[in-house]
C-alpha cells in the first residue's frame, strides 16, 4: 500500500511539472507572437517608402538601360557621365528582382529587362573558352587597365540567373560565371578578389570584404536554375572558411552583409549538404555578425538619430546592415537574439524611412546621410547614388517578408 501512495505521489510530481513546462512554453510563445503583431503593425509604415524607391528606380533608368548612378538634392552639382560602376549596377537588379519576386510588384521589369541586357553587354565577358567574368570599364572607375572583380560575378549571377527561365540571358553565361568564381577559389575556401585580363593573370594583392559573400551568394542563385553540386559545395566552403577565419575575434569583425545573406539562402537551399556542426559554426558566425553592431545601435528615442549607429548615419551603410540583419533572424535560433535583431530592424527601418526624399524630382531617392536636410548639409550629404536606394529598398522589402 505504501508504494503504491509513493507512486500516486511520484506520477501527481511529474504530471506537475510537465504542466508546469508546458505552460512556461505556451506563455513564451503567444509572447512571441504578440511581439510579431506587435512588429507587423509597426511595419506598416513601409508602405509608403517602399513605393516611392520603386519610382525612383524607374525614373533613374535611361532608355539604354543604363541608371543614372549618381545625382544631389543640390541642382547645381553636376557629376561626370562617365563615372559608373558595375558591380552597383548588377546589385540594382538584384532589388528590382526583389520587387517582383516578394512584392508581386512588376513595375520595374522592364526596366529590369532592359537594364540586364545593358550590362550583359557591356560587362559581361569571355576570358577563356568556359569563363565569363564581369570586366570593370577603365573609364568609368579611373582604373590603370581592365580588370575582373570577383564581386561582379558574384552579383551578376544575383541579378541574371532569375532570368534564365524566361530565356533572358543564357546558361553558357552564367555558368561561365560561375567557372570563373570557381577558378578564383582558394583551397581553403577563400578567394583572389581580382584577374588582371590583360595579363591574364590573379592579382594577389587586393583583399575585399565583401566579395567572397557576393561570390557564394551568386554561386546559391546559379544553383537555382543548374543544380550542379559544385556550385553549392564552393558557395558553402566560402562561408565555413569565413565562419572559421572570424570565430576567435568576438565582436571585433566587420558586418559582411553579403555572407549572411548567403548563410541565409545556403540554409534554405535543398541538398545543401551541411552537417549539424557546419549549421552551428554558420549560426554562431550570424550571432557574432549580429552582437558586433546591434550593440552600437542608437535605441534612445530622444535621439534625433534613433534607429543608426554610433558615428554612422549612412544610409547605404545602414541600409546593407538591415539587409545582413533580416538574413541573421532567419537563421539563428535563440530567442533572445532574433528579439534584439528584431528590434534593431524595427529601429533602423524606421530611421531609414524618415530620411528618404518624400518630395520633389528626386523623391524616393536616399541621400548620402541622414544630415541631408540641415541647413548646413554640403553637398556630399545630398548626394543620392543608385547603390543608396537599392540596398535600402532591399532591407525594406525583405524585412516586410518577415511577417508572411
Known sequence: MKNYFF????????????????SAFVSKQKAAEAFMTKE?????????????????????????????????????????????????????????YLCEKYLNDYTLQKQRYK??????KNYVKKISPDMFAVVSKMEEEKLDSPQAKLGGSGLALIGLSNLYPDKKVDLETIRGLGNFIIYMQKSDGSFYSKYLVDAKQKDENFVSLYYPGEAALGLLYLYDVDPQPKWI????????????????????????????????????????????????????????????????????????????????????????????????????DDEDLKHRVMNGLRLGTRFLGRYQVKTGDKKGGLPNNAYWRSAKAGNKSKEIRI???QHVLSAWITFNELFK
Open 233 to 332: 559545395a564552393a558557395s558553402k566552403n566560402t562561408l565555413l572558411y569565413l565562419a572559421n577565419s572570424r570565430k576567435n575575434k568576438g565582436t571585433d569583425v566587420p558586418f559582411d552583409h553579403w555572407a549572411m545573406l548567403a548563410t541565409k539562402k545556403l540554409f534554405e537551399t535543398q541538398n545543401n549538404t551541411l552537417t549539424k556542426d557546419e549549421k552551428i559554426l554558420l549560426q554562431k558566425h550570424a550571432e557574432q555578425m549580429a552582437n558586433s553592431i546591434l550593440s552600437k545601435q542608437i535605441t534612445d528615442a530622444k535621439d534625433p538619430l534613433v534607429g543608426s549607429f554610433r558615428g554612422n548615419a549612412r544610409l547605404c551603410s545602414i541600409g546593407t546592415m538591415m539587409e545582413g540583419l533580416v538574413a541573421i533572424y532567419a537563421v539563428v
Open 7 to 22: 507512486e500516486i505521489k511520484y506520477i501527481f510530481i511529474l504530471l506537475l511539472c510537465a504542466a508546469a513546462f508546458v
Open 40 to 96: 507587423k503593425q509597426d511595419s506598416i509604415v513601409m508602405t509608403e517608402e517602399i513605393p516611392l524607391a520603386i519610382e525612383y528606380l524607374s525614373n533613374a533608368t535611361l532608355p539604354s538601360g543604363r541608371f543614372v548612378y549618381l545625382t544631389n538634392l543640390n541642382p547645381q552639382v553636376k557629376y561626370n557621365s562617365k563615372k559608373y560602376n558595375a558591380l552597383r549596377h548588377a546589385g540594382t537588379l538584384y532589388s528590382m
Open 115 to 120: 537594364a540586364s541586357e545593358y550590362f550583359i
Open 387 to 389: 547603390d543608396n536606394v
